[in-house]
């Protein structure tokens, strides 16, 4: 019992008025039983369609968990739907009836006909008790699968998972055991890495190793199912000292870990103070850094310097450089660096100067270009950098985190 399907039900979901969030919510919450959710579909408030995806979903995995049209109006059809397909008659259940009215006498209400509806479930079926709200779940089996109906209220559907659906699948007797591990990269594309890992990212491979990427970041995630966790975890560590192997030094870090917080680690270890000189990032390299606890022990001082004038008056840029070179040059990014490293007392210091755009290009300097300098035991070395003008936001994250990880590269040797 490894696999789920979520069905969402609303027509609101599939107009542009509501984003199907529980389906997320809940994958998370199922993942950490180890049951890998490998479909979720949004169906329209219509019986024919809630049975279709009921069938299609019940040939695919052991879990349906469907949220929606449990309340008690015309467009609420999932109990309807439910029956149908079990091929159960919908039967009044008193009980329910009474807690239904119960709930609006307790609120000083008088239960409308239309809410009797909600008392009705097919033959079999267990109620789910609703205590945010009048409509009560359902759990039902059928040829050994599972299908938990739940309120498409997200406070409400919350609650009823937590309470009885999430309990009720972790002592499952079948419950096999999903873990997932996510492998941090930097500075290699996502289709180099494929070609890299080659048939360890093929589809249906146990684990099965996905990538996503985001402005030079690579994630690989590995998906290891076994019987048990001890075994999990041995097929993710093999897998994980594979990928390392594969890919080198653009691995940083696993699961959670971020750039500066590894580059934070590194300078810890190595006793070695940073500073940096910024021009295009704005401040945003100061910002990663010192977003991370204790990087006062490392991080010595970061400058601003937006305009030329301050390059020259705090940083000692000289301005025959500038007038020479231009602002966004390799010279420059040389004396950004140096004049940090030389103001602060730094071991290492980074400048960086560059065209976030979207105006300021032109046919030699296009948006984009971005000069890192890099000042280190004394030597100071600079890289031109050519990113994608896909944006101000993604060119000055990328030069920031480019530079970080170039400071990781230089520690690690
Ligand atoms: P009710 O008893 O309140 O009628 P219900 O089970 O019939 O509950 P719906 O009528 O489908 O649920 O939805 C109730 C509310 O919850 C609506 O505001 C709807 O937009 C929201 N909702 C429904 N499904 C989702 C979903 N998948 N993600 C986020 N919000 C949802
Ligand atoms: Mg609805």
Request: net charge negative; charged share 20%; proline share 4%.
């Amino acid at each position: 019992m490894n696999t789920a399907c979520i069905i969402a039900i609303g027509n609101e979901l599939l107009n542009g008025q509501r984003v199907d969030t529980n389906s997320s919510w809940i994958q998370t919450q199922l993942l950490s039983l180890g049951i890998q959710t490998v479909g979720a579909s949004v169906v329209p408030d219509e019986t024919d369609r809630i049975i279709t995806a009921f069938q299609a979903a019940s040939e695919l995995v052991d879990v349906l968990i469907i949220t929606g049209g449990l309340g008690p109006t015309d467009d609420d059809l999932t109990r309807d739907a439910l029956a149908q397909f079990l091929d159960k008659p919908l039967e009044l259940r008193e009980d329910l009836l009474r807690e239904i009215e119960q709930f609006f006498e307790g609120r000083g209400l008088k239960m409308a006909s239309t809410n009797l509806v909600q008392a009705y479930l097919p033959t079999g079926a267990k109620a789910l008790p609703n205590s945010k709200g009048t409509a009560p779940g359902i759990y039902a089996q059928k040829e050994g699968k599972l299908y938990f109906c739940l309120p498409g209220v997200p406070s409400e559907m919350k609650t009823m998972y937590s309470e009885y659906v999430h309990p009720e699948l972790a002592i499952h007797p079948d419950r096999g055991v999903v873990l997932m591990s996510k492998v941090c990269c930097f500075g290699m594309g996502e289709s180099v890495i494929a070609e890299k890992l080659g048939d360890m990212m093929k589809r249906g491979r146990n684990p099965l190793i996905n990538s996503t990427a985001h402005i030079g970041e690579v994630a690989l995630h590995i998906i290891a199912a076994a019987d048990n966790e001890a075994q999990a975890r041995r097929m993710i560590e093999t897998d994980r000292e594979l990928v390392c192997g594969l890919l080198g030094e653009a691995v940083y870090g696993f699961d959670d870990q971020t750039l500066p917080e590894v580059v934070g680690t590194l300078l810890k270890e190595n006793r070695l103070k940073l500073a940096v000189a910024e021009s295009c990032t704005g401040g945003l390299l100061a910002e990663m850094v010192t977003g991370i606890p204790g990087s006062s022990e490392y991080f010595l001082a970061g400058w601003v310097t937006y305009s030329n004038q301050a390059k020259v008056r705090d940083l000692g840029v000289s301005p025959e450089l500038i007038e020479k070179y231009g602002a966004v040059s390799e010279p420059v990014a040389r004396a950004l660096a140096e004049g940090a490293a030389h103001a602060s007392g730094a071991d290492i210091a980074v400048g960086i100067t560059g065209i976030a755009g979207p105006e300021g290009g032109s046919g030699k300097k296009p948006v984009g270009l971005v000069y890192i300098g890099l000042f280190f035991k004394g030597k100071t070395e600079v890289q031109e950098f050519r990113f994608s003008p896909v944006g101000r936001e993604a060119v000055r994250r990328r030069a920031a985190l480019t530079a970080l990880n170039w400071v990781r590269l230089k520690l690690r040797v």
